[in-house]
């Protein structure tokens, strides 16, 4: 009768504790989305950065001419006179699950525009996130665990500033699709069900259509395989986890144009190749084992590694042969970067100009992941105690997520899930450590043993609401035997009470040091809190689109880029085409619809070589680059009236080290004045005389005669020139763009000897030299 009362009050509480985790959930992922909206309530609904300009466009002409057109749209405005074809270089997960909201809300008369789905996608993909958090670390460390892990991500700073609303780039949803795929690998590891295996290979095909950090997770996966076998944790589980993904995933990853062969000819793969390999040899020995007897199962094995070391070395000499005739030996240059962090820097600057290729500061750490740093050790040893093939993989994901991370800013993004599960750990045994102790020390409550509630249930029927009757050691009374036992039980009932004692004094902590612990948890959440709300207000909800500042006479809004693109657009023919640094190409393509020499996708070193050596130039060589270009339009940004630092001034060294790199005439010294970058007067003579000069500070002289750069904190060198293959057409409201157009080349003049076209020249500049402007007009 008691034991029928007590599972039914276990059914009880189990059954309030999983509704209660439920509406937890729901208000964790209506924090993770609402944390997300200040750029719009601060700002206003607009696409935010450069990328996701494109994958606005894109997604756009999804939704209008379908998905067999955007497979083999072939894009005319973009790199010309190169082009791109779209469906084959670009990663689709984004642009097909927007496409899909998009179809499903029409559906349901739901009139969304596309601009406003794809705004509003990284936040919705935040709370499932949040929720994927959940599952992964419930099956670490249970639900406790999973609930923190999850309030942790919704708020994370280094996740919100990928996924605010407006940031519609490939990280909103593949981040989701991270942690949902190594939740469903941890799921299998633990369940040994080929269904879960199967969801996992289906979640690693999402991964692979969203971004390519696919990479990470079939060489994580891997190498946690490796782990479990080389520590003799091998099971039959392993194995099911492991090789579907490897078969399934491999074949649904090729099906993507933009990865095709790769997913089996790049050395990024080949990890999850040799491993797949070693597992099915341990597989063969443990099956071996049990059907052969101990002699022939010796001999078995030698036959068996034997064949595998041989099949092994005809793998990787298969596999050596493959990449031998690349010069990276089959890497891709931004995976070399992450294994050799100066290997960017020394062969590809194209990459190493990327500012969020950069490694971090340790201010940034603290930045994005805040207090977590603090706690990822803690959880770290929670992870050990014990450990299982589940928390392993959550140690091997921090360890190497805080290598990543510390190469390139940009994989801060992936260190905050990992982060943010390991904390969540730590928190949550802390405070079932401490709140255990205070309920043991409670008065009424001295009896209650501080083990598990697990355990408690397993060794007394007694209700929860009844407090158990206790005999002077502290032990629960038990029914009485009867006297043929007595002497039986009487040694038995002696030693659990001696080793309950221990398990009290080991478990309990004092009453006021837990209170104060507990006290102190609380108010670094807190904190924690109010970091986060901060950064996605303030530091991570401007999008770069439109500027702000702040100054005693109150904000000042700078919408300069728009104010250009609209130009622009309403101003140029629609054939023409614009060059600029590689920065803006998809910005100028969305925004202006005009054709663009290069753009952010990178994928021509040379062409963007091209364009570099031009803005290198003098005036008339740039010239001759251009119009062989069929150039009509040159942008530029410039950020020395207003204090914008990231103009092209500051990134002209990049362009000047990428032209270099193929165009051999260009060197870096020529640049620098004993080594330093100057644009004063002690600026060299070749950097004075540059294009890139000429068009950010032509007429930049103010009514005295000064030219103050507020980003250099400088006067410039050269102030008065004039422009003679170029000339102005527009400069924004805050000089921070100015676009110039190429003049048409002169015709020839038959019957005239070159002396008298060279004296009607010099008398033309002469008359022209006299004429003053106000050169802020």
């Not at 589940?390 to 260190?415: D, P, Q």
């Not at 060294?653 to 260009?666: A, E, N, S, Y």
Request: hydrophobic share 45%; net charge positive; aromatic share 14%.
């Amino acid at each position: 009768m008691e034991g029928s009362e007590t599972s039914n009050g276990t059914t009880l509480r189990n059954a309030f504790g999983n509704v209660l985790s439920f509406f937890i959930l729901i208000l964790i992922g209506v924090l993770a989305f609402s944390i997300r909206l200040f750029s719009v309530i601060k700002y206003e609904s607009v696409i935010h950065e450069f990328d996701p300009y494109f994958n606005y466009r894109v997604t756009q002409f999804l939704t209008k001419n379908g998905i067999y057109d955007f497979w083999n749209w072939f894009d005319d405005r973009t790199w010309y006179p190169l082009g791109r074809v779209i469906g084959g270089t670009v990663y689709p997960g984004l642009t097909l699950t927007a496409g899909t909201l998009w179809w499903l809300l029409n559906s349901l008369n739901i009139p969304l525009s596309v601009e406003t789905i794809c705004v509003f996608t990284a936040p919705i993909f935040s709370a499932f996130t949040s929720w994927a958090a959940y599952l992964l670390t419930r099956e670490v460390k249970g639900a406790g665990a999973g609930l923190t892990a999850a309030a942790l991500i919704a708020m994370v700073p280094s996740y919100i500033s990928r996924s605010v609303a407006g940031s519609y780039d490939n990280e909103a949803v593949a981040i989701f699709a991270l942690v949902f795929t190594f939740y469903l690998y941890i799921k299998t590891l633990n369940t040994g069900s080929l269904f879960y295996a199967t969801l996992n290979a289906l979640a690693y095909f999402y991964m692979v259509c969203s971004w390519g950090g696919y990479t990470f997770i079939i060489n994580l996966i891997p190498m946690h395989v490796l782990m479990c076998i080389v520590t003799g944790r091998y099971s039959s589980r392993l194995y099911i986890a492991y090789a579907p993904l490897v078969v399934l995933g491999t074949l649904l990853a090729a099906l993507v144009p933009v990865v095709g062969f790769n997913a089996v000819m790049t050395s990024e793969h080949f990890a999850s190749f040799l491993v797949f390999i070693i597992i099915h040899v341990v597989a063969f020995v443990h099956y071996i084992k049990g059907v052969l007897s101990p002699k022939m199962f010796k001999v078995a094995v030698t036959l068996v590694l034997s064949i595998g070391v041989i099949v092994c070395c005809a793998v990787i000499a298969v596999l050596v042969a493959l990449v031998a005739s690349s010069p990276t030996k089959g890497w891709s240059g931004r995976s070399l970067s992450l294994l050799d962090p100066t290997y960017a820097s020394k062969y590809i600057p194209i990459i190493a100009s990327v500012s969020e290729h950069q490694p971090p500061t340790w201010p940034s750490y603290f930045m994005d992941i805040n207090v977590l740093a603090f706690l990822v050790p803690a959880g770290i040893i929670a992870c050990f105690s014990p450990l299982s093939d589940a928390s392993s993989f959550v140690i091997l994901y921090i360890v190497t997520s805080v290598y990543f991370s510390g190469v390139m800013v940009r994989l801060m993004l992936v260190l905050a899930p990992a982060a943010c599960i390991t904390s969540g750990i730590a928190l949550s045994e802390a405070f079932e450590v401490f709140t255990r102790s205070i309920k043991f020390q409670l008065p009424g409550l001295q009896g209650i043993s501080p083990v598990k509630a697990e355990e408690t249930s397993s060794d007394s029927t007694v209700p929860l609401n009844e407090v158990p009757k206790t005999d002077k050691s502290g032990e629960t009374l038990k029914e009485r035997p009867s006297r043929k036992n007595r002497k039986k039980e009487k040694e038995p009932v002696e030693k659990p009470s001696i080793k309950a004692r221990i398990e009290k004094k080991l478990l309990v902590l004092p009453l006021e040091g837990s209170v104060l612990a507990i006290f102190l948890l609380v108010l670094l959440g807190a904190f924690y809190v109010v970091h986060c709300v901060w950064a996605a207000a303030e530091a991570y909800s401007a999008p770069s689109i439109v500027l702000t500042s702040h100054s005693h006479d109150g904000l000042h809004v700078f919408d300069d880029f728009r104010e250009a693109y609209a130009w622009l657009s309403h101003n140029t023919e629609v054939d023409d085409k614009v060059a600029s640094w590689w920065d803006y190409g998809y910005q100028t393509t969305a925004m202006a619809n005009r054709t663009v020499i290069v753009d952010n996708n990178t994928w021509n070193n040379t062409h963007i070589a091209t364009v570099g050596t031009a803005m290198s130039s003098p005036e008339k060589a740039a010239w001759e680059i251009f119009n062989s270009l069929d150039v009509k339009y040159v942008l530029v940004v410039f950020g020395g009236l207003v204090g914008y630092p990231s103009d092209d001034i500051n990134k002209f060294l990049w362009m000047v080290r990428i032209g270099g790199g193929v165009f051999p005439h260009i060197k870096e010294p020529d640049y620098l004045r004993d080594g330093q970058y100057r644009i004063d007067n002690q600026a060299t003579p070749t950097m004075l005389n540059c294009l890139m000069y000429k068009l950010s500070y032509y007429r930049f002289v103010d009514t005295d005669g000064k030219g103050f750069d507020r980003v250099r904190r400088t006067e410039i060198g050269k102030k008065y020139f004039k422009l003679t293959h170029f000339e102005e057409v527009f400069t924004t409201h805050h000089w921070m763009v100015r676009i110039y157009k190429l003049k048409p080349p002169k015709n020839r003049v038959r019957g005239k000897t070159k002396k008298s076209k060279s004296k009607s020249t010099s008398t033309i500049s002469g008359k022209r030299s006299g004429t003053k402007k106000n050169p802020w007009n």
